[in-house]
């Protein structure tokens, strides 16, 4: 399996942190802890915390397009994906991270070259289970 689910996205606790902007000027280190306004990440992050689902990716099928093995994805199952989304997928049982094509005919296209494109038959059904908003990794 390319991807594990990990888990949806509660709004639970707010974390603040502090927001600065690149280019930002700052005093001294001491501006750094006072007076600085606070975000909260899963607000940033998250549009739709209840259709909202984390997922770890393990494949580089994913790799031309920033996403590699490691990172933790944010999923609206709420989004509608259209042509050139990436969407996490689900076909023949298997959970995936793919770029949709819907023409000429629906597959799933990967951005690794050592990674075959999945043509969907006319019979068979694929799972669109939700458009990956956002990407997370650590450095």
Do not use: W
Not at 15 to 36: A, C, R, T, Y
Not at 46 to 58: F, G, K, Q, T
């Amino acid at each position: 399996m390319s991807v594990q689910l990990l888990g949806r996205c509660n709004t639970g606790p707010q974390l603040n942190l502090p927001l600065f902007v690149e280019g930002q000027s700052v005093d001294d280190d001491e501006g750094l802890d006072h007076d600085i306004p606070g975000i909260d990440l899963a607000s940033l992050c998250i549009r739709n915390p209840e259709s909202s689902i984390l997922v770890s990716v393990h494949s580089m099928a994913m790799a031309e397009a920033g996403i590699i093995a490691g990172d933790t994805l944010i999923v609206d199952r709420s989004a509608r994906a259209s042509q050139g989304d990436i969407i996490l997928a689900g076909y023949n049982g298997e959970l995936m991270v793919r770029e949709l094509q819907l023409t000429p005919s629906p597959r799933l296209l990967p951005r690794h070259p050592d990674f075959d494109i999945l043509v969907v038959p006319e019979h068979e059904t694929l799972s669109l289970i939700g458009k990956v908003s956002h990407i997370i990794r650590s450095l």
